[in-house]
């Protein structure tokens, strides 16, 4: 992997956030924190994740992608890591690999460990995520085998850097506000100016800006964690480029030097930054975001004090009644091309496993810091999970991440499941899925929340998550 150096002439000044992040600071004893990062972008040129158009593999980079790691420890020795990566996705074969490798070697559960994409569409493929999207040949192949590969070590070694350089910190948090996000089901994306002057917009959004500080003993800046619900698919050449994740990051990281700026992608699947397709959007989205973390940080934050409590669970999420084999065996027939790849995926599948399986082992994991519920979710999820959940557990001190621990497919809530389209159904097939989810999908997973909330938080009820009362 190729190291660059950000400072490109795109980076926007925000002339108050070196100040507002570097201020003065008490360090009250007992948490710590460390951080590290490395350079993913790839060497070579690879095939680029996200988008089914695209026709070759990438020719160069806008800036560097990063895999970042933020290691905690509460007053108590419990320790934790946050890694986040500029990607589009990762399997649960390569998140599987790695935190086990984290529990061998540092005795860390998958409770206290999580691997959060931004969701970048200017990114490399990895691993088998989305794989039957593109046609590759033996030789891209090989270079995403080895990209894999080389980035599992990457990662290991920053998570591993991190918890090696803890010291004296601080954590405080706060939310803010940003609103370029605009719901992509419900407003086409060549009539939202029209729509925006009408004030017409439709569709639900969360334009939530979670916040989280690092401060060292001498109250400069360590480390900010933010994030924000919604598609970093502003840009769709054929540059490796962290999209307007990217560019807030760089920001903040420009203007006061010594922070490591991290992005964790909220549930923003069917969110859009819109008008897009061009690189100076993605610039003044990035611009956007980086100023609502600084207004945050410029307010009065809520400290963390302790301690912090970790869990993690994995269901059996199911899949609406499998296709026969017969079925699968005519899909290989059809003109349309993922289709017919999936088909011959599935039937690999079942070569090799003698039968498809009902059920993913869908992720749920929660941390709790003081009175900050954090919780992390898998797969692309819709907006319509962290306004349930926030709704219920309350929005001030709840924050939702998706993309997290394995990207397997879209996340449909009961609405979107029952409309159908790409996030309700169509987009199974590129990411190899043999079927649409059951409609208990949102029960399912909602269910899970409450029992992790429950697990970290004992003083919320059986059904805080957001369990519906009968009807009456």
């Known amino acids: ?210 916040v989280l500080r690092a401060a060292r003993a001498d109250g400069t800046p360590l480390a900010v964690v933010f994030g924000y619900a919604c598609h970093c698919t502003v840009l769709d050449f054929y540059k490796f480029c962290g999209d307007y994740a990217g560019f807030a990051q760089v920001e903040l990281e420009t203007r006061s030097p010594g922070i490591q700026a991290m992005f964790v992608t909220g549930c923003g699947a069917d969110q859009n930054p819109i008008p897009r397709r061009r690189l100076d959007l993605a610039v003044i989205y990035g611009k956007q975001l980086a100023e609502s973390v600084a207004r945050v940080l410029a307010g009065p934050l809520r400290s963390v004090e302790g301690p912090l409590r970790t869990s993690y669970e994995e269901i059996e999420l199911a899949f609406a009644p499998l296709p026969s084999k017969a079925a699968i065996e005519q899909d290989t027939k059809s003109t349309n091309v993922y289709i017919a790849r999936r088909a011959k995926h599935l039937l690999e599948v079942i070569a090799t496993r003698g039968h498809l399986d009902p059920v993913y082992p869908y992720p749920v994991e929660a941390w709790r810091l003081d009175d900050l519920t954090w919780i992390f979710l898998g797969g692309e999820v819709v907006v319509d999970y962290s306004l349930r959940i926030k709704r219920n557990l309350g929005s001030s001190h709840t924050w939702i991440s998706a993309y997290c621990n394995d990207v397997m497919a879209y996340i449909p809530s009961q609405r979107v499941l029952k409309e159908g389209g790409y996030e309700g159904a169509t987009s199974m097939i590129y990411y190899g899925q043999p079927t649409v989810w059951s409609d208990r999908v949102e029960e399912a997973i909602i269910e899970a929340v409450g029992k992790v909330v429950r697990a970290v938080s004992p003083e919320h009820p059986a059904d805080s998550a957001g369990a519906r009362p009968a009807d009456r």
């Not at 890694?83 to 490798?101: A, F, H, K, P, Y």
């Open 1 to 210: 992997m190729r190291k660059r150096r950000p400072g490109f002439w795109w980076v926007i000044g925000l002339g108050t956030v070196g100040a507002i992040l570097g201020g003065p600071w008490p360090v009250r004893a007992g948490w710590q924190a460390g951080t590290a990062r490395a350079a993913i972008t790839p060497g070579q040129s690879m095939w680029m994740s996200g988008y089914s158009a695209r026709t070759k593999p990438s020719e160069g980079a806008v800036h560097d992608l990063w895999a970042k790691a933020m290691a905690l420890q509460d007053p108590a020795g419990q320790r934790a890591v946050l890694i986040t990566l500029d990607l589009v996705g990762i399997d649960r074969q390569l998140s599987n690999r790695i935190r086990e490798t984290l529990q061998t070697r540092r005795g860390l559960a998958r409770d206290r460990i999580v691997l959060a994409c931004s969701h970048t569409h200017c990114g490399p493929v990895v691993g088998t995520n989305l794989l039957t999207m593109y046609k590759l040949d033996d030789d891209q192949h090989r270079r995403i085998a080895e990209y894999t590969q080389s980035l599992e070590a990457t990662v290991v070694k920053v998570a591993e850097q991190a918890l090696d350089h803890l010291q004296d910190a601080r954590l405080s948090w706060g939310i803010g506000v940003c609103d370029f996000a605009v719901n992509r089901r419900n407003n086409k994306e060549a009539d939202v100016p029209r729509l925006r002057q009408q004030l017409a917009l439709l569709g639900p959004d969360d334009h939530d800006v979670p």
